[in-house]
């Protein structure tokens, strides 16, 4: 006969639960393992502001720490102080400075921060002509601050044609290549690790605005700044803003004067003129539009993904 579920144990069963029994009378007590410990928090990776601001300063309290004993030298001996060469001296000494500081308060690489990178070639026909355009505008723009005369005749002595090689090193070549290394490269591409492209490109621009320590110059440094932070993110590369930063320096040193004579105004009428005539003002904001309207149909025939022209 089967037995019933509530019936008498067999002795199988019996053994079973007598060794079940014993199993749990030796069996060790649990113990709670404690989880690891946590690695400790690394600093969050990118550009801090205020080490953009620390790092900017090195600029000028090198150049500074030289030019300005430099110029009381020369008032003392009665010598002649030649503008040009004073900011010759200072962006010798105060470049080389800043982008040194860079890479050690950024603790970052040469190749990191100021490498160039290869962009699309055919961007670069609408960038030049809309820059040459633009600073024709940005000009008329800026003449709209009044300057005192003391300035107005700093301007002209540093786009001075008696000393054009000087002028050309320094407004044309120097200053161009420096300050993107410097915004565009270093201080740019390191903001973008820590912030979002917005503030980073409108935080760079600002800098690059008040870094130049007069108004005139800013109203025409902040929209540079802000299209060439763009073309930097947009494209991965310095090229587009060195190429334009060139165009619109040598443009506002060396060719406001022929331009205007080939418009019909005399080297005198500019000269003495508060602000630049609106036919070239004109001429140059059709200039303006029409090659950064080429410049975005360019950019925009490279799909997401292109090697030639990255999409953050």
């Known amino acids: 006969m089967e037995n019933s579920p509530g019936g008498p144990e067999t002795p199988a069963m019996a053994g079973a639960s007598a060794s079940d029994s014993s199993s749990?009378?030796?069996?060790?007590?649990?113990?709670?393992?404690?989880?690891?410990?946590?690695?400790?928090?690394?600093?969050?990776?990118?550009?801090?502001?205020?080490?953009?601001l620390l790092v900017s300063l090195v600029f000028y309290l090198v150049s500074f720490g030289i030019t300005i004993p430099l110029a009381v030298y020369l008032t003392v001996k009665k010598l002649p102080i030649d503008n040009t060469m004073l900011v010759l001296v200072s962006q010798f000494t105060g470049w080389p400075a800043a982008l040194a500081a860079g890479l050690w308060i950024g603790r970052s690489s040469w190749k990191e921060s100021y490498a160039l990178h290869r962009c699309p070639s055919r961007l670069f026909p609408g960038l030049l002509l809309g820059c040459f355009?633009?600073?024709?505008?940005?000009?008329?723009?800026a003449t709209t601050v009044p300057i005192p005369e003391h300035f107005e005749n700093l301007f002209r002595s540093l786009v001075s044609q008696d000393e054009i090689l000087v002028s050309l090193?320094?407004?044309?070549?120097?200053?161009?290549?420096?300050?993107?290394?410097?915004?565009?490269?270093?201080?740019?591409?390191?903001?973008?690790?820590?912030?979002?492209?917005?503030?980073?490109?409108?935080?760079?621009?600002?800098?690059?605005?008040?870094f130049h320590l007069n108004p005139w110059q800013a109203i025409v440094?902040?929209?540079l700044g802000l299209l060439f932070g763009w073309l930097s993110w947009r494209t991965g590369s310095l090229l587009p803003g060195l190429a334009g930063h060139f165009v619109v320096n040598f443009t506002g040193s060396q060719l406001m004067m022929p331009l205007g004579g080939l418009l019909g105004y005399s080297?005198?009428?500019?000269?003495?003129?508060?602000?630049l005539p609106w036919a070239m003002v004109g001429m140059g904001a059709a200039l303006a539009v029409s090659g950064l309207i080429w410049m975005t149909a360019s950019m925009k025939k490279s799909s997401p993904g292109s090697p030639d022209l990255p999409i953050p």
């Open 221 to 223: 440094a902040l929209p």
């Open 133 to 141: 355009g633009l600073t024709f505008v940005l000009n008329r723009l």
């Open 169 to 210: 090193l320094t407004m044309v070549v120097l200053a161009p290549v420096c300050e993107e290394l410097f915004f565009r490269g270093w201080m740019l591409r390191g903001m973008l690790k820590r912030y979002t492209p917005a503030h980073s490109i409108w935080f760079t621009a600002i800098l690059f605005a008040l």
């Open 24 to 52: 749990s009378a030796t069996a060790t007590p649990e113990v709670s393992v404690a989880p690891p410990p946590l690695p400790p928090q690394l600093p969050s990776p990118g550009l801090k502001r205020r080490t953009a």
């Open 267 to 275: 080297k005198k009428h500019l000269e003495d003129a508060t602000h």
